[in-house]
């Protein structure tokens, strides 16, 4: 919208809405038209640089922009009528909440008159979301749109990343109002007022961390989301590689560091692997970088790493000492506190050898066990599959040009387990909501947002059908995803529990599904099944280099665990290993 | 324990609604809400009385300042602040009353030692109005029910809190007088590290003032 002269052009609220979300650099748009937002969509022809993605249902608007914020660090920006439309979004916010991703949620709402009169398809949204978004803010105006997206941008980036949602009445839409971007502009970000002032050499906490830091002969670090979010992989590279710590990932953590790096452990916590966990366990010093102690990650609080002195970086204050009290907080951008920090420690790498060698140790005894070096014995097993998605990439030369997007389940831990991430946001996973239905909508955003990627979906028959709908999206937009289906005929992870917790009652968890290959042509899209461990690589090797996109039905091993698994309740190092008699293991002795 | 919180948030529709939601989220009970205008304009002041473990406090701080509406959070407590409650009281008084004619001289006496008010006058009932700490409101209403007095009404307003001395300038300099260097000076270090000096704590204008309240 080109502004010929001196004064600023009158727009209605819709194309302000638009014109504001392409100068905060907004290209694609998730979302799906109703009557309340019609003058949004009305306007949209008037702006060519933004894509707007049609979804098959809002939750997965909501999910694609997340998964678009995940694999690019940019604000996803999502959009759906009122009502149910906006009632649909929730999910995908509570997500991006619980994972602290830039979101941007714009719902139309009823015109400002009838608010409150229970109008047709009216929803006090706002309210509704409440304590799932960062903020939110009900817009009534037409000259109050600008000013409020761009706020919102800014409070979705700024601090700790999360959700924001527009609700946009319809007559604030169709009012005219004058539009100048510039004049928009939030004042400067507020910081958090406990972040205190930028932490220094001299503040007492550094030189407490590094006191600790220098006295520690054990120390691990525990890689959060947090160091994507800040942009930090560098630095904690450089941080580690000094002083000689390995370091721990949790599962939002996982591709932070490359996983092949000499001092990169794994995944922790509750599927973490042995060494890891007990490293953790074994610890004097724990190092949190960008991490918030999940229940997932900790076991029992009471026995969680007790010979460890505690470090959290973090640039949320309300997080510290929330599940673990820390002995030192260093509140602020991980970023800027390592660069701060860093200089102040001393290059002791070798100080740290013998710690290392035993964790190495450690290693050693339990990798026997790692089933992705067991022959084939005829079986297949999800754990081999993803483990061969990986291989193929590695192969291919496209392990860092891969975005793995896991649905949740028993998958989702043999995706962390056994796809080795090397790159930063490589990883597309929900977290902390645990959202089945992630994974098919998560990965289109992935693919709009790194085109030039291969973007696998891995997902479990159960999830899949959640939300299997946007397969029609993939075909509209002509995307080349690859979808993985790791069907075995059950909620695996729920059948798990229930195996070792319930008495083998399998209550609910068999589950029917349609021909997933079928089901993928009804919508013209190739796919293959497969149920043998000899063709995955090269089923992998022809979705990947298919072009369009491709779904591989694999049929896995029906009551297959992950392992190693720690109970609910349990201590992080009493850790339940793979049963003795399971024929995996069997192969493993008899080879 | 309780926990006393003084929030300034501004004023606008809604913002009562995420306070009251974050202390829901956090599985907090409220035990005693004000809200009311502050001295600036458009921020409104409101005390949060909850009860939550002793280590919940930083949390729910930090918690508070996380709402956007939230200009500034200070946690008082009663050894450095004035904490006080309004009430008002119907009490049953007249010549059918058990106690008669005398019902209501009694009742100005009782009034007169608590510094309650009497602020209405009805053939078969008296209005008290009575500010103070919630144990002294707590005591008169006692004495009355116990002297065999019937309370037909009570409204509380929940407490309001002010910390005393220099302490309250602090947050007036922050909300802006010294824009700029104010809200970078908040920041700085603990809370209130320096001690009031003498000259700023104000002469106890009321006789109550360091009377205990009940398990605080």
């Not at chain 1, 491709?550 to 850790?575: C, R, S, T, W």
Request: with cysteine.
């Amino acid at each position: 919208m080109s502004d010929t002269t001196n004064t600023h052009p009158q727009l209605t609220g819709a194309e302000i809405l638009w014109a504001t979300l392409a100068g905060e650099g907004t290209t694609t748009v998730f979302g799906y038209p109703g009557g309340a937002i019609l003058p949004i969509y009305d306007a949209l022809r008037k702006f060519p640089t933004i894509h707007h993605v049609l979804v098959r249902h809002e939750q997965g608007a909501s999910h694609m922009a997340d998964g678009y914020a995940r694999a690019s660090g940019r604000v996803g920006v999502c959009m759906a009528t009122s009502g149910p439309g906006a009632t649909n979004l929730v999910t995908g916010i509570a997500t991006a909440m619980l994972d602290s991703i830039p979101m941007v949620a714009i719902t139309g709402q009823v015109s400002s008159k009838v608010l409150g009169s229970d109008a047709f398809q009216e929803v006090d949204i706002t309210g509704i979301t409440l304590p799932v978004t960062k903020h939110n803010f009900l817009v009534t105006r037409a000259e109050d749109i600008a000013a409020t997206v761009r706020l919102a941008f800014q409070i979705a980036t700024s601090g700790r990343p999360g959700p924001v949602l527009i609700d946009i009445t319809k007559d604030a839409q169709q009012a005219s109002a004058a539009f100048d971007f510039e004049a928009a502009a939030p004042p400067k970000a507020r910081p958090h007022p406990m972040l205190g002032t930028a932490l220094t050499a001299h503040s007492p906490a550094i030189r407490e961390a590094v006191a600790m830091i220098s006295a520690s002969a054990r120390p691990v670090i525990l890689a959060g989301h947090g160091i994507m979010q800040s942009g930090a992989e560098a630095e904690v590279l450089a941080f580690a590689e000094r002083l000689g710590i390995p370091i721990a990932s949790t599962l939002l953590g996982l591709g932070a560091i490359p996983a092949g790096h000499p001092l990169s452990l794994g995944m922790m916590g509750m599927h973490g692997e042995s060494w890891v966990n007990h490293a953790i366990q074994e610890a004097d010093l724990l190092l949190a970088f960008g991490m918030r102690f999940d229940d997932r990650v900790t076991g029992n609080l009471a026995h969680y790493a007790p010979h460890a002195k505690k470090i959290h970086i973090e640039i949320d204050p309300s997080e510290i000492s929330k599940n673990v009290r820390v002995d030192v907080a260093l509140v602020g951008d991980l970023k800027a506190v390592l660069q701060t920090l860093l200089p102040w420690t001393g290059a002791d790498a070798q100080a740290r050898r013998p710690w290392l060698d035993d964790i190495e140790t450690s290693k050693g005894t339990v990798a026997v066990r790692d089933i992705q070096n067991l022959p084939d014995n005829g079986h297949l097993y999800a754990a081999h599959v993803i483990n061969d998605i990986w291989r193929e990439a590695v192969a291919a030369g496209r392990e860092k040009e891969t975005v793995i997007v896991t649905d949740v389940g028993q998958h989702q831990m043999w995706e962390a387990q056994y796809f080795k991430h090397e790159a930063p946001r490589s990883l597309v996973t929900s977290g902390g909501l645990g959202t089945m239905g992630f994974a098919l909508p998560a990965a289109i955003g992935a693919k709009f947002a790194c085109p030039g990627k291969d973007v696998w979906v891995i997902a479990g028959d159960g999830g899949f059908q959640m939300t299997a709908a946007e397969l029609s999206t993939i075909v509209q937009e002509g995307l080349a995803i690859n979808i993985a289906v790791i069907n075995n005929g059950f909620l695996g992870m729920v059948r798990q529990w229930q195996e070792a917790f319930y008495d083998k009652n399998y209550s609910a968890s068999p589950i029917l599904s349609p021909d997933f290959v079928m089901l993928a042509q009804a919508h013209g899209i190739a796919g293959a099944h497969v149920s043998q461990r000899e063709y995955v690589t090269e089923t992998v090797t022809k979705a990947r280099t298919s072009g369009a996109a491709f779904l591989i039905n694999f049929q896995v091993e029906k009551e297959d665990g992950v392992y190693p698994m720690i109970a609910p309740g349990a201590a992080l190092h009493e850790m339940v290993r793979r049963p003795h008699q399971d024929p995996l293991l069997e192969t493993a002795e008899d080879a | 324990m309780l926990h006393t919180f003084v929030a300034l948030v501004q004023d606008k529709p809604g913002v009562l609604a995420r306070v009251a939601s974050l202390f829901r989220r956090l599985n907090l009970n409220i035990v005693s809400l004000t809200v009311g205008e502050s001295e600036r304009a458009y921020i409104s002041r409101m005390t949060i009385v909850c009860e939550a473990p002793e280590h919940a406090a930083h949390r729910i701080k930090a918690s508070l300042y996380k709402l956007e509406t939230t200009v500034d959070v200070d946690e008082v407590n009663r050894a450095e602040a004035v904490v006080r409650e309004l009430c008002l009281l119907k009490v049953a008084a007249g010549p059918s009353m058990p106690h008669g004619a005398q019902s209501r001289s009694q009742i100005f006496e009782l009034a007169n030692v608590f510094r309650a008010r009497v602020v209405d006058l009805a053939p078969e009932s008296i209005m008290l109005e009575m500010t103070g700490s919630a144990s002294k409101i707590e005591g008169l209403v006692q004495v009355l029910t116990e002297s065999g007095y019937q309370i037909l009404e009570t409204s509380r307003t929940g407490r309001m809190a002010m910390r005393r001395g220099h302490h309250t300038s602090r947050v007036v300099k922050a909300l802006g007088f010294n824009a700029g260097a104010g809200a970078a000076q908040r920041m700085r270090g603990p809370d209130f590290e320096e001690k009031p000096s003498s000259d700023e704590i104000l002469p106890n204008e009321f006789d109550d003032v360091h009377e205990e309240e009940r398990e605080l």
